[in-house]
């Protein structure tokens, strides 16, 4: 997974990895908030707090192949 909880900083373990320039901040996932349809999801990179935002917010993409 992308959010490693025995981590203080998920965003530093990746860069620690494979990734580059991944940002302590709300990423976008791929799932809409099945109770609101113009709502999203987004996980924040430091601490994996995940929480549902309107999907016309700003908030960064991690392309993963």
Do not use: C, Q
Request: avoid cysteine; hydrophobic fraction near 35%.
């Amino acid at each position: 997974g992308l959010i490693n909880l025995g981590e203080p900083n998920s965003a530093d373990w990746l860069n620690g990895l494979v990734f580059r320039d991944v940002m302590p901040n709300s990423y976008w996932t791929s799932t809409t908030y099945t109770k609101e349809k113009d709502n999203a999801w987004v996980v924040h990179m430091t601490d994996g707090y995940i929480h549902a935002v309107r999907k016309n917010d700003n908030y960064r993409v991690m392309l993963v192949h």
